[in-house]
């Protein structure tokens, strides 16, 4: 799946993440900002990395502001932003692309 324009999902409240895609230059390039990166930074990396290899994604910019999302919801705001960056809003595979 390319990028194709800026797109965000998420907010900044306790016990989730914003996360912001943009087009990329070539490779997958992340920023994290977390208030538990130094207990669940690795793993924040790996579920991040993980979701965008199976969404198909491998030339974004992506940064995520963390602020102690669970996995589940790590997840479902990155194909959130990957969807809505696409223009995908019909016939989505919650659930289906990510596991």
């Not at 900044?12 to 912001?20: N, R, Y």
């Amino acid at each position: 799946m390319k990028i194709k324009k800026p797109a965000i999902a998420g907010t900044l409240e306790s016990s989730d993440c914003q996360v912001t895609v943009e087009e990329g230059e070539g490779r997958i390039e992340l920023s994290l900002e977390s208030v538990v990166i130094n207990q669940f930074g690795n793993q924040i990396r790996r579920v991040t990395y993980e979701t965008l290899e199976r969404l198909g994604v491998n030339d974004v910019k992506i940064t995520i502001v963390d602020k102690g999302a669970l996995d589940c919801t790590l997840k479902a705001r990155i194909e959130g932003a990957v969807y809505r960056s696409v223009g995908q809003m019909e016939h989505l595979p919650w659930g289906g692309a990510v596991r």
